[in-house]
């Protein structure tokens, strides 16, 4: 636009100056007459898009930081080329010898491979906003849209990440604890021994004791808070904001955690409806061996005067992100269990 707009004025002042008239004049003409209608609008649109695009990607990214465990989770943002990172599958660890007395020493060959994984895609449906509102309501209806579809893609990817971070099943690497504490309601309350138990058991598999994270889902946070008054002291640190340390986990809680059926130990779909045999549980994993990785943002604005019918702009947004243990190991759950 710049660049047409010297090419204007100059081409403006040659003219005027020819036909004897004021350079000055005949490129101030030419060069206003460039810019409307077109040259405007374009730079408009160009640089309204631009600016909710930077908006959305500075909110996405700050917002990750507020969620304390998550936070703690390694990110991969640098290698996610087209929306992929590959990791490389490690083929094994070699055979030590004891006391070998024979030689030459055998030969054994640790085979490697490519692991590419794929962010998750993230699509919020278009919201229209009329022209009409834009003139009509007393609060800035465009920042408020920005702001609800920031907010529906942030909840969702933080729900999905902590269930990728919950073991499918209980195995020897993945250990699902059920609770064993008195009646609440439908199901049995968490007790410090079900936290023991589950720390047993990751020190049985050799995790590392630091780094190991504990979220709690909103129905252990309340049978903590009643029932362990070491709990309810330190539950909230007024300097950090923090949860105090539970038996080696460090302590943080989330609305969002996924379900599992009580009779299996095995985790619920992400987004199935629970049933009567399912409840909700809390998540527990190291976080070295975790990852996180945001991708690209981007922001699709379609202008009300590209629609001289109806009038209205069109917004949404795609962002990518993902969160994943490196391998199925080292996490853990506690499950509610049913009340009998």
């Not at 090419?7 to 206003?32: D, E, K, N, P, R």
Request: glycine fraction near 8%; charged fraction near 20%.
């Amino acid at each position: 636009m710049i660049i047409a707009l010297i090419f204007s004025v100059t081409m403006g002042s040659v003219f005027a100056a020819t036909a004897g008239l004021s350079a000055i004049a005949g490129g101030t003409i030419t060069g206003l007459a460039s810019l409307i209608p077109t040259g405007i609008e374009g730079f408009r649109a160009g640089i309204y898009t631009e600016v909710w695009t930077g908006e959305m990607i500075k909110a996405f990214r700050s917002s990750v930081e507020s969620i304390g465990w998550l936070n703690r989770i390694r990110s991969y943002d640098q290698y996610a080329n087209n929306e992929v990172i590959h990791f490389v599958q490690i083929g094994g660890d070699p055979d030590v010898l004891i006391n070998n007395s024979s030689y030459p020493i055998p030969v054994q060959s640790l085979a490697d491979a490519d692991k590419p994984i794929g962010l998750d895609k993230y699509q919020t449906k278009a919201t229209v906003i009329t022209d009409d509102e834009l003139y009509a309501i007393s609060y800035d209806k465009m920042q408020s849209t920005v702001e609800r579809h920031r907010d529906a893609v942030n909840e969702t990817k933080y729900a999905r990440a902590l269930h990728a971070l919950a073991p499918n099943a209980d195995t020897t690497g993945t250990p699902v604890i059920l609770t064993s504490g008195a009646i609440s309601d439908d199901r049995k309350a968490i007790t410090k021994s079900d936290i023991i138990q589950l720390k047993k058991r990751f020190d049985k598999i050799k995790v590392p004791v630091g780094d190991r994270l504990l979220v709690l889902c909103p129905d252990h946070v309340a049978d903590l808070l009643e029932n362990d008054q070491k709990f309810a002291a330190q539950y909230y640190n007024y300097t950090t904001g923090k949860i105090g340390n539970l038996y080696g986990f460090e302590v943080y809680e989330y609305t969002t955690c996924p379900y599992y059926t009580v009779a299996t130990k095995a985790k619920l779909a992400y987004g199935a409806v629970a049933g009567s045999g399912d409840r909700q549980a809390s998540v527990a994993f190291y976080a070295p061996r975790m990852m996180k990785a945001t991708g690209s943002t981007k922001v699709y604005l379609s202008d009300a005067k590209n629609d001289p019918q109806n009038q209205q702009n069109l917004y949404n947004v795609r962002h990518y992100f993902i969160t994943l243990p490196l391998k199925n190991e080292a996490i853990g759950a506690i499950v509610s269990n049913v009340a009998t």
